[in-house]
């Protein structure tokens, strides 16, 4: 793909007029924009500004995450999780542990299979079904998928606490988060109660909130919040709740493994299997039982890059290279990456990568290279598919409510970008001539609401939409 500008006609130079003075209002003066807009079949770029420029993608990191994973694994890529008994089985009794081998499957969740516990259930119906009925020993994670650190290079602490930014391991429950859902009691002064989901029984709940009259203005709001003590793992409720009042918060585990083992438990537990609370470590027989296979990357990355799940990011690239490799690091795949960009025509000083969903203000990416690697995947052979998982303005994912009732709607196909002070929108558009063509809108360092630079991306997007074939003398 060229990137080289090409002459312009009457649409072309109405375009750049319009797109330099969408960019230079004096609201964003201070701000910095990348801007690319080419035409991949002609060759030709339609517009350019500060296009090879290092800024932060935010989560448009993900465009780069899923074409590279699509690319090494394929769309029939599946994760695998084994299970096997340490110690051996008499009488319906497991003398020792149930050992897991996670390799992260992301698809433990209620996203991907309506409640996250059913996987589990049928995981225990299957321990069941090998004649178990009682552990001895404990539910342990075994092997170490995922070696290096569970949560991005310079995630904020702040990100942390959130369910965007949700620790990920080799053992993934319900995408590293649950849901407290806490009701007011029946009378002022009494403890709210709290249950979690999808498990009932992770995390620990502490509960330090109480129960308020029923008043007026910010009394009549539920007031609760929660706090992660990070010695104990328990989660302390705070706060106040109207009487019978409800309300739901999120909190994200700090342990992945332990929240996945946690959930299994309860799954065992809820189907007549007793699980202990000592590993028989000096079990030495080791006995596979069985694998449980998650669905195909085909499925997931629709549930990665619609909703933009940050969680799903960080495997895929972990995956990528465990798979390459048998080293499922960060190290290796920021390696693997950069490899596989530069292939697709990415200019080596045109991308920093540290990790897979763009949580990390360390990522930097340029125009140029989002449309590289966007033209890539045109020519990829499941161009369709990784097409068909973008969100779709006015109708899915982050784009459903935007550039509704324009040509944009229902025919630009892009990921967003959303931190602070970093707002991106990247991907095709098909114009009125029918030509497609490769966008990529980043900015950063802006100190007007984000709703402003949103206006102006959808309107360089919808402004595309009705862009006519410059070399027919078409008009807007």
Not at 38 to 57: C, E, F, M, N, Q
Not at 338 to 350: I, S, V
Not at 390 to 408: C, E, F, I, Q, Y
């Amino acid at each position: 793909m060229s990137l080289a500008p090409s002459p312009a006609g009457d649409d072309r130079a109405s375009l750049v007029r319009a797109v330099d003075s969408l960019l230079s209002t004096p609201e964003t003066r201070s701000a910095r924009w990348g801007v690319l807009i080419v035409d991949p079949d002609r060759g030709d770029t339609l517009y350019s500004r500060d296009a090879g420029k290092l800024l932060v993608p935010a989560s448009n990191m993900k465009i780069l995450t899923s074409a590279f994973a699509l690319d090494a694994l394929g769309p029939d890529f599946r994760w695998v999780t084994r299970y096997a008994a340490r110690g051996t089985v008499h009488d319906s009794v497991l003398d020792g542990d149930l050992l897991v081998y996670g390799r992260g499957d992301p698809t433990v969740s209620d996203r991907m299979a309506g409640d996250a516990m059913l996987p589990l259930l049928a995981i225990a119906d299957s321990v069941r079904a090998h004649g178990v009925r009682r552990i001895r020993g404990m539910l342990l994670a075994a092997g170490n998928a995922f070696p290096d650190a569970t949560a991005g290079f310079q995630w904020g602490w702040e990100d942390l606490e959130t369910s965007s930014g949700a620790q990920v391991d080799e053992l993934l429950f319900n995408e590293g988060v649950a849901e407290l859902h806490v009701r007011g009691g029946l009378r002022p002064g009494d403890a709210p109660s709290v249950i979690s989901s999808p498990a009932t029984s992770y995390p620990k709940i502490q509960v330090d909130a109480k129960t308020i009259a029923r008043g007026s203005g910010r009394d009549s709001l539920p007031q609760v919040d929660v706090v992660k003590d990070t010695t104990t793992g328990v989660v302390v409720v705070t706060g106040t709740i109207p009487v019978a009042d409800t309300t739901t918060l999120e909190v994200s585990f700090s342990n992945p493994d332990e929240a996945f083992l946690a959930a299994l438990r309860e799954a065992l537990t809820s189907r007549g299997i007793a699980v202990g609370d000592t590993a028989h470590a000096d079990a030495a027989r080791e006995d596979s039982l069985f694998a449980v296979t998650s669905a195909p990357l085909s499925v997931v990355l629709g549930a990665f890059l619609k909703p933009s799940q940050n969680q799903i990011g960080e495997v895929l690239v972990k995956t990528v290279a465990l798979a390459r490799t048998d080293t499922g690091t960060y190290r290796v795949a920021r390696r693997l990456m950069g490899e596989r960009l530069r292939a697709w025509g990415a200019r080596p000083d045109g991308f920093l990568v540290w990790d897979g969903s763009g949580m990390s203000r360390r990522d930097l990416v340029s125009p140029e290279t989002l449309a590289h690697v966007l033209d890539a995947m045109r020519h990829n052979p499941n161009f369709q598919l990784y097409y068909d998982a973008l969100p779709v303005a006015g109708v899915d994912g982050t784009l459903r409510a935007r550039m509704r009732s324009t040509r944009a709607e229902a025919n630009v196909r892009g990921k967003t970008g959303t931190l602070g002070e970093v707002r991106s929108l990247s991907g095709f558009v098909t114009t009125a001539g029918g030509r497609q063509l490769i966008f990529s809108v980043l900015c950063n360092n802006y100190l007007v609401p984000t709703s402003y630079i949103t206006r102006v991306q959808d309107s360089i997007a919808v402004r595309l939409s009705r862009l006519h074939d410059d070399r027919s003398g078409g008009r807007n």
